[in-house]
């Protein structure tokens, strides 16, 4: 199913995946997130087209607020909205952002977590806005498409700049793994004798900047979690990468782990990866593990940049 797409009669509504032991899911929810490749576009869902909906709702404010006014119209009037987070991560804020949007809301605190639970109202207050607040945008000072949510999505992380003040000249077909907005994949390309590169995101929404911002033949696009396998892809030159580490907004070192692993069944034999890191996160082990030859190429800032070989 395309990111466009949505079922002609959707009726229960899943964003996320919150816990089972705190919010109740209907069977057959359709998975509305961005993060779950293959899921359908929540924006893309006709107004007043589900009857119910349960929602993890994501850390960053404006994000947070774009979804719950996406959750609204998409709602039809007086439907029910479950929305939670971790205290720390938003939770403390659902109450006060569903009210104002006009919601009566019931609240619940269980397991470090705030539960709210509302009908929408039949005119809610301000969706648009908050729409507006969440949607893609030219970041001028970067001059590159992004959006609320994307990681990184208004800045160059420090990471990234530190791989791309060291990134070698590169050749062949390569790919980009956690591409976001593509800043590295723009780099890469410089190099006319890199033949192809494969942008591979887990978000939708950075896949679909990376898009706009990566105008080369020579890019291609895949949203997809690189844990489960990338389809077609194999056998290649090179693959630059700046792993994430967070799952749900909580740290997850296995997530980058699994980077390098997928990276190595990735490469032909002699193929090279650039990987940049923070300094704290183990990933010696695991990159002598999965490659031949490992050499870390500089340590500044807090981050690392290995280089290994396949």
Known sequence: MTPASSPASPRFGLYGDPPAELADRQAGAIQLSPLVPGSVALEGLPEHSLDDMTMLAPPGTLERRQVMALALRALRANASLTILAPKDKGGSRLRKELEAFGCSVAEDARRHHRICTTARPSMPAGPDEAIAAGAPRLVEPLGLWSQPGVFAWDRIDPGSALLLEHLPPLAGCGADLGCGIGVLSRAVLATPAVAELTLVDIDRRAVEMA??????????????????????????????????????????????????????????????LLLVANRHLPYEAVLKASFRSVVLRVEAGGYKVYEAEA
């Open 211 to 272: 898009r706009r911002n990566v105008a080369d033949e020579r890019a291609r696009f895949l949203w997809a979690d690189l844990r489960h396998g990338v389809p077609g892809l194999a056998g290649l030159d090179f693959i630059v990468t700046n792993p994430p580490f967070h799952d749900g907004g909580a740290e997850d070192r296995a997530l980058g782990q699994a980077f390098v692993r997928r990276a190595a069944s990735l490469l032909r034999r002699g193929g090279r």
